[in-house]
């Protein structure tokens, strides 16, 4: 389950009705939204939304019913258990191939201040100013220890620019951290703090 379906399922799960549907639903062989919604005190478009998200997400069949001039839609559980099953590996922020590579430093006049960690070898957190005029804006990034002692030795606006891995050997910071330091990356070149060649 991609991280987008298990949030949408997630916040119908998480309405106070959601619990005395399914008990309906479980309940009975099938139900139309008006009987749900006469049954729990919903509004017909709520029970409708409710009945046509769980049966988008697979959980629910629909079948369409002619009785009258007008037809409409009767729901029935598909399924005895509802399994969240979602891989946060998969939530890791997508960087561009060979990211890593590009040779990176502090961009000249950024305006950023840089507060440096009571060890004195690392940033503790960068203060941003964003926005313009009376909008103006401070915002400050806490960074994790691997960000900051990477960040510390991050080459000054006027030295010569280095590649991430280059910076991290000399910080000590260890591969494994590499998603996190292209995260902080990512993040000051976006403020123009740092600039890439």
Avoid at 15 to 21: C, G, I, P, Q
Avoid at 174 to 182: M, R, V
Wanted: charged residues 30%.
């Amino acid at each position: 389950m991609d991280f987008q379906t298990a949030a949408k399922l997630g916040s119908y799960l998480a309405k106070d009705y959601a619990e005395d549907m399914f008990g309906l639903l479980a309940s009975y062989r099938d139900i139309s939204a008006s009987e749900a919604a006469s049954r729990l005190d919903l509004h017909i478009r709520t029970a409708q939304e409710f009945l046509e998200t769980m049966a988008s997400l697979d959980i629910l069949t629909r079948q369409e019913v002619h009785e009258g001039k007008r037809p409409y839609f009767r729901y029935s559980l598909k399924v005895q258990r509802i399994v969240i099953d979602l891989d946060l590996t998969q939530t890791k922020g997508k960087h561009p191939e060979g990211e890593s590579t590009r040779r990176i430093r502090e961009k000249k006049d950024s305006g950023a201040r840089f507060t440096t960690a009571r060890s004195n070898n690392a940033i503790s957190s960068i203060a941003i100013w964003t926005g313009g005029g009376r909008e103006r804006g401070e915002r400050k990034i806490t960074l994790t220890t691997a960000q900051g002692r990477f960040l510390y030795h991050l080459p000054f606006p006027n030295g010569e620019p280095m590649s991430i891995p280059d910076i991290m050997q000399k910080a000590g910071v260890d591969d494994a951290y590499l998603p996190e330091i292209l995260d902080a990356v990512g993040l000051l070149e976006r403020y123009q703090v740092i600039e890439a060649q």
